[in-house]
């Protein structure tokens, strides 16, 4: 699990990513969870980064995972990529094609919903605008919430036993959404309203593929401020 040192088999695992980035912490806690060697790259400035370019023209971002010299996209993509390719771990997204199918609509959801509710409030121009990003990310709270309850059925996770897909969607989202905790004062996830949730995200943090990863929330927060130049971060 974790890093490792340069070779030139077509079995070599490098991924470009940038710390602050949940769809690299997707990436990063997919390859843990597998317990595949790879080495990680820091790109600092992915706008102009020469590997970010040469590895994915298309869309210039991050994550990139390169296995051998074969490049992969998307944080989604990439996780799926690691479940089919390495059978070491446990798997990650779920065997029976309605579970994958039901697993893959709702990290889809986040992205769409909670990750861009997350940037609302961020973004938001004045208060009114953030009261309403807020109101969003709080209709995705409730909505996660129901979700975990049915998927996890009674067991630790959304995917059961162990960290499955969805997991690892939401999962990555924890850190910006604590540092948005920190600066609205508002509580996405608390013990009363969203108890499987707030128990779970505890799990998730302590779990052995995830710990070594998760950003730490204080440089999350002196990031935010710097990338977010707005009232809402000062």
């Known amino acids: 699990m974790g890093q490792m040192n340069g070779s030139n088999n077509d079995e070599y695992v490098r991924l470009l990513g940038a710390w602050p980035s949940p769809f690299v912490l997707r990436t990063r806690i997919a390859l843990n969870l597998k317990r595949v060697p790879y080495e990680y790259l820091e790109e600092e400035d992915t706008l ?3 590997s970010v370019l ?6 210039k971002q991050i994550p990139i995972l390169i296995h051998g010299n074969k490049p992969i996209r998307e944080s989604l993509n990439i996780v799926m990529y690691v479940d089919e ?5 446990p798997p990650i997204l779920p065997s029976d094609p309605f579970d994958r199918a039901v697993a893959r609509f709702w990290d889809v959801y986040i992205d769409e919903h909670c990750f861009t ?3 609302g409030v961020a973004v938001a121009k004045d208060e009114e605008e953030r009261k309403a990003a807020i109101g969003k990310l709080e209709q995705c709270m409730a909505l996660l919430e129901e979700t975990f309850q049915e998927c996890s059925k009674g067991r630790g996770f959304f995917g059961g036993d162990n960290i499955g897909f969805i ?4 999962g990555s989202m924890l850190g ?9 004062g508002v509580k996405f996830i608390h013990s009363e309203n969203t108890p499987g949730l707030f128990h ?4 998730f943090y302590a779990h052995e593929a995830v710990k070594p990863v998760m950003p730490d929330i ?3 927060v002196e990031f935010a401020r710097l990338k977010f130049n707005t009232s809402i971060f000062k």
Request: charged share 25%.
């Open 218 to 220: 204080e440089k999350l």
């Open 85 to 89: 390719t390495w059978l070491s771990g």
């Open 117 to 119: 509710s997350i940037n």
């Open 200 to 203: 779970w995200a505890d799990r």
């Open 176 to 184: 910006p959404l604590k540092v948005l905790e920190k600066f609205t």
């Open 54 to 59: 040469n590895y994915n023209p298309v869309h």
């Open 167 to 170: 997991d690892i969607g939401f």
């Open 48 to 50: 102009n980064s020469e």
